[in-house]
């Protein structure tokens, strides 16, 4: 009698949540939820989950002048059911001061000489999803190692939901030359007492960047070969198989007018050294392609001068 009393409870208890279910269809059909107007969140969010307003690291090209797209989603669902005017602006200079307060940050505001909203308003249209609010970048050369902030709000829309979460939006930009970005790395060894093979090699075992390290300077990272900061980040082949020239982080300094490469050298602490290669007058970035082509002659004391050829191949930006 007892085992049937408990068949009985846990039957009844099992309609209870079968009918739960049913009266909450609402809330599980994404069918049923409703769209909010929001900037959009982008893969380089940045910001702690904790943080109240988010925070994207944005990448710009350091020149005089520029543009960045900042993104406002009609989110969730469905499309705009019309077409939606939002309005942007400057949000309130206490969002970037929360921000700091919160996250333990020293973000600077972007200085309104800097930039300007050639627009106020953007246009949702109906059926669409997203709509691009251009900003208009002045001098962003000088954004480097700044800790520049650009801080928007959306201010109004003439229809639906604003998000109560990404209705600010913290732009962090990060000045980049043209050298930035990730690459396919071909290269060849010249004849060497290092045990390095000597012909063409495409580096198949991970991509490498180039990462600023000043407006005209790039410096080279294989995060094959360990963390993004490493000691050995050039590829070789040694016997066939994968290895890295050890102690050797190739920097590559460029002319920002003819875009030559015009040096080379070493970017961390030890015996190598690397200068230009003056048998080859074209190493270059080419700024139709994007990819660059750098010939350089790298120096160890006890070593014969070995000359490396490298061609790297622009695969997207980093």
């Known amino acids: 009698m007892k085992l049937y009393r408990n068949i009985l409870v846990l039957g009844t208890v099992a309609i209870g949540f079968v009918g739960c279910l049913k009266d909450n269809t609402a809330v599980l059909n994404p069918d049923n939820t409703t769209n909010v107007i929001e900037f959009a969140n982008t893969a380089n969010l940045t910001s702690p989950t904790t943080s109240k307003y988010p925070l994207l690291s944005v990448n710009v090209l350091m020149q005089a002048n520029g543009t960045l797209n900042a993104v406002v989603n009609y989110t ?4 705009a059911p019309e077409d939606i005017t939002v309005t ?4 309130d200079p206490a969002v970037l001061a929360a921000y700091n307060t919160q996250n333990k940050t020293t973000y600077l505001a972007l200085p309104t000489a800097n930039y300007t909203l050639p627009q106020k308003t953007v246009v949702i249209p109906k059926g669409g999803r997203r709509v691009v609010f251009p900003i208009n970048l002045i001098n962003s050369d000088q954004v480097y190692g700044k800790n520049y902030v650009l801080a928007l709000a959306i201010k109004s829309a003439s229809s639906g939901i604003i998000s109560g979460n990404f209705n600010n939006m913290l732009y962090l930009l990060s000045g980049i030359n043209k050298l930035d970005g990730i690459y396919e790395l071909h290269f060849k060894f010249g004849t060497n007492d290092r045990g390095y093979d000597i012909f063409p090699v495409s580096w198949y075992y991970s991509d490498v960047q180039l990462v600023t390290a000043s407006g005209v300077a790039s410096t080279m990272r294989n995060l094959n070969a360990g ?3 490493t000691t050995a980040v050039h590829a070789a082949v040694t016997a066939g198989l994968p290895s890295n020239i050890p102690a050797f982080i190739p920097l590559l300094t460029y002319d920002p007018v003819t875009f030559k490469i015009t040096a080379v050298a070493n970017n961390t602490v030890g015996t190598k050294t690397a200068i230009l290669n003056p048998a080859v007058t074209d190493s270059r970035f080419d700024p139709a392609t994007g990819n ?3 010939s350089f002659i790298l ?3 006890g070593k014969a001068d070995m000359i490396i050829y490298d061609t790297l191949f622009l695969k997207s930006p980093r």
């Open 88 to 91: 942007v602006g400057d949000a």
């Open 227 to 229: 963390t993004s900061i």
């Open 76 to 79: 969730g669902a469905f499309t």
């Open 292 to 294: 660059v082509y750098a």
């Open 299 to 301: 120096k160890e004391a």
